[in-house]
């Protein structure tokens, strides 16, 4: 017989696949207010836990931080290692889906790994390991983590899991464009997902399926309806991150096959999705993919308009890492405009961030296209003598 805590996790975790997630709050309510009373802690952080990934699934990312904030310090007081890294994932997640807080996410996720390794806790060190390599910069990372999660899922028999990092793994081949590999993993990852009758991940999956079959010409238009699909179940769901990642996926299908007006539609949703659930950073990505539309539509003027107000939100939402993107994005534009001067100081901003953040990788390529700009300007100076004007 399980005990309240094991029956609580196990009813959030089978109303989270099916996204039932309004039906998550209302219980995890009561819950809270039934464990606060009875001073049964580890109940209460479980609540908390999933009222956290509820409201974060609703797009509620406020409400969410500041519940796995309490169940952080809760499972702390309590001197509970796997509640602390419950925790730790949540709000790994919600950095990450919610604030595109990609340093904060890993730092959590780092965290919940070691604490999951020195307690030897499998299942949680794979769940941990997950994390990181979905956030992963290189592909090739993503792809190590996720035949490690697969081997621990298969020795823990966990199907769940093991199409999670699948999925995982198909992803790492679509960055490297290696589809038939992608699709043949994601058609694995889907029979799981199936079997372990988790509706939202089986969603996703479709969706990525689409993305893969979107990139040949003779199976696009069947992609772009899987794409629709997984949205319109997203929409169904009200998974909002879901939902907003699946209207890039399809601007960014919409772009690549020079369908430009319907790439704009999608973005247009994302703005709109965005405003709608009142959140500042899925408004500033958004306006940032808008800056890229109108690069790609050779309108210069209009990408600045777009990347310097992208900038200023992630100022304003305090994300320091997407405004040194958009300010060097700034100065992509304008030295595409043989505005050199202008485009060395917005490189000069983003440098500035870049190291403040101890990223030196992204500090070295903005310092080396600084160094590209007075090469460019002397160059169209020469030009300038020989009686050949400078073209962007």
Known sequence: MRTKTESLRYDIAELMKSGAFNEIVDRCHVELTLARRENRQSVEVIALLGLAGAQCSLGHFAFARDYVNQAIELAREIRSTGLSIDALNARARIAREGFFQTAEASEDYLSAVDQAFEAGDMRRY?????????????????????????????????????????????????????YKKANDGLLVALRKAQTAHDRLLESVIIGQQGLVLAQDSETSKRGIEQQLTALE????MEAIFHEFMRLYTLAMTMSAAAQFDEARNYLDQ?????????????????????????????????????????ADTAREVGNPAYEARYLF???????????????????????????????????????ASIVYSYILAFASKIMTLMGMRPKS
Not at 152 to 164: H, M, T
Not at 288 to 297: D, H, P, S, T
């Open 233 to 236: 179940v997203a929409r169904g």
């Open 329 to 367: 994005a700034l100065g992509s534009v304008y030295q595409s405009k043989w505005d050199f001067e202008g485009a060395r100081r917005k490189f000069i901003e983003a440098r500035v961030i870049y190291r403040s953040l101890d990223d030196g990788r992204n500090a070295t390529r903005v310092s």
């Open 126 to 178: 794979a769940q941990s390991l997950l994390g990181l390599g979905e956030i992963a910069a290189n592909p090739s990372d993503s792809s190590k983590h996720a035949w490690r999660v697969i081997d621990i899922a298969r020795e823990i028999n966990d199907g769940q899991l093991e199409a999670r990092a699948i999925l995982l793994l198909s992803n790492a081949f679509i960055r490297q464009a290696d």
């Open 270 to 310: 994302m703005l709109a999705l965005s405003q709608d659930v009142q959140h500042k950073p899925y408004e500033m990505y958004t306006l940032g993919m808008l800056g890229q539309w109108q690069e790609m539509r050779a309108e210069p003027d209009i990408a600045v308009a777009f990347y310097g107000r992208a």
